[in-house]
């Protein structure tokens, strides 16, 4: 059976700098893979490329067995693959309902199928309550939560999240951990950029770790704790643990 | 007095009506993609025109071809959008204001060269006359260009705001990338609001073409006005075009009438100076 997504040697350079080298992974159906590495590792280029933001410069990117490396963003979006931003980009001058409301259009066409979608959405991220405000007046945790309420109305199969726990007080932390979780019991794949390790390390299947644009290790979240390269990468070389 | 008071309010308020409908295809237009068009009272032009040709060929009256004028300019934009706009939408904002305003001149150069600067008016039109109620009265084209820009303002109100086409603009106007992600395309959305804006300026031609003279020139009168109604009604607000468009319309006409016409722009242009210090976000515009 074909992965879900097949990641083989996506390469994205700009200019003279390499953002991504060589990078490839796979994720299966309803997986949550986390995505972690230092800063300027390259974990938001490899987003970019899987939503169709860049086009890479090599490699390939698959999605349910056809390639889409290349294809624009609504084209990425409509073949089911959604994600959220690192700084929230929601639909400032809209309702709550209204923002997801474009998200379910996508599948919906008939305005009122596809306002019941975006209801249903609202109900499953637990903003229902919210659906007539400006969507301006949320918390910075209920805007996170808006943008991936949004992503689920374009009913994906895979979704990309951007450092949806940064930013969030402990109790946030867990009800989007929360969150994540009960999005893969709908049988959507998930794959987590995140900081924030005791929020992902608990619920991914698989870590991919990035370092310097190049994917150092990817294995279950406990091997990867105990993995040399990736403490090193995160801690320094003289944090290595003893007899490593 | 207060009759000719009330008179005179009105006849701001007819005129305020095709007004706002011409900021309302401005304002769409920027909205979505932040490009000010300059060509946009030539749109308005080229709608007089199509009116004032099939009159003048055909017989035909400009209320009649109205669907047809209003198809040809969103064709118009809608082109226009993909030959020339598409290539300078991430250009430096002095190539966009070049590049509109080339395209004003190169309009009226066209029109002047292929219809000449000769005034054209369109006469005996199926509605003629005039209505009257309580004392007062009113030209019978006036009003139903009025009621025409009403119709056509209420119907973009609505598809901006409930159909799914609509709520794809605004997405892309409220973020291009974010709604990408929601699988619309903004290249055809931008195309969409050059061909709506279009319309909505050529149908403000027609509805003007029986009472306006027509020649190559006279987007140039509505366009100033137009710009104001867009600042004044908060930049990219379909409904605050409309009711900054009424108000223009009365300060207009009434400030005319009691001043003096040749001092109507001072009025006007002094409320949008004050309207833009007081609140720069326009009056229904979002901080």
Known sequence: MTPLLEVERLTKRFGGLTANEDVSFTVGEGEIAGLIGPNGAGKTTVFNSLAGFFAPSAGSIRFRGEEIAGLPPEAVAARGVARTFQIVRIFKGMTVLENVLVGALLRHRAVPDAVARAREALRFTGLERRAADPAGRLTVAEQKRLEVTRALATEPRLLLLDEVMAGLTAAEVQDAVEMVRRIRDRGIACVVVEHVMEGIMPIADRMLVLERGRLIADGPPRAIANDPAVIAAYLGEEYRAPGA | ?287
């Not at chain 2, 009403?150 to 973020?175: I, K, N, S, Y």
């Not at chain 2, 020649?215 to 004044?232: K, M, N």
């Open chain 2, 1 to 287: 007095m207060t009759q000719i008071l009330l008179q005179t309010v009105l006849s701001g308020v007819l005129i305020g009506l095709v007004y706002a409908l011409v900021a309302v295809g401005l304002t769409l237009i920027f909205g979505v993609m932040d490009i000010v068009n300059f060509a946009h009272g030539e749109f308005l032009m080229l709608g007089m025109y199509a009116s004032f040709w099939g009159w003048a060929l055909w017989k035909l009256d400009p209320l009649f071809t109205l669907p047809f004028t209003a198809l040809g300019l969103f064709a118009v934009g809608a082109l226009l959008y993909r030959l020339v706009i598409r290539r300078i939408i991430d250009a430096p904002m002095l190539s966009q204001v070049f590049t509109t305003f080339g395209l004003m001149i190169l309009f009226r150069g066209l029109a002047q060269y292929l219809w000449s600067p000769d005034f054209r008016s369109v006469e005996h039109t199926v509605v003629d006359g005039k209505v009257a109620f309580g004392g007062l009265s009113f030209g019978l084209p006036q009003v139903t260009a009025a009621a025409g820009a009403v119709v056509t303002t209420g119907a973009v109100w609505w598809f901006l705001r409930f159909t799914r086409l609509g709520a794809a603009l605004e997405a892309t106007a409220a973020d291009r990338e974010a709604a990408a992600l929601m699988g619309i395309d903004g290249q055809k959305m931008f195309a969409l609001a050059w061909g709506i804006g279009a319309a909505c300026a050529g149908v403000a031609g027609a509805l003007l073409s029986s009472t306006y003279p027509i020649f190559p020139d006279v987007g140039a009168s509505f366009i100033l006005v137009a710009f104001v109604l867009v600042a004044l009604g908060g930049f990219g607000s379909v409904t605050g075009a409309f009711w900054a468009g009424i108000l223009v319309g009365v300060v207009e006409v009434v400030g005319g009438f009691l001043w003096d016409p040749a001092y109507k722009m001072v009025l006007v242009l002094s409320l949008y100076l004050l309207v833009v210090w007081l609140r720069p976000q326009g009056l229904l515009g979002k901080a």
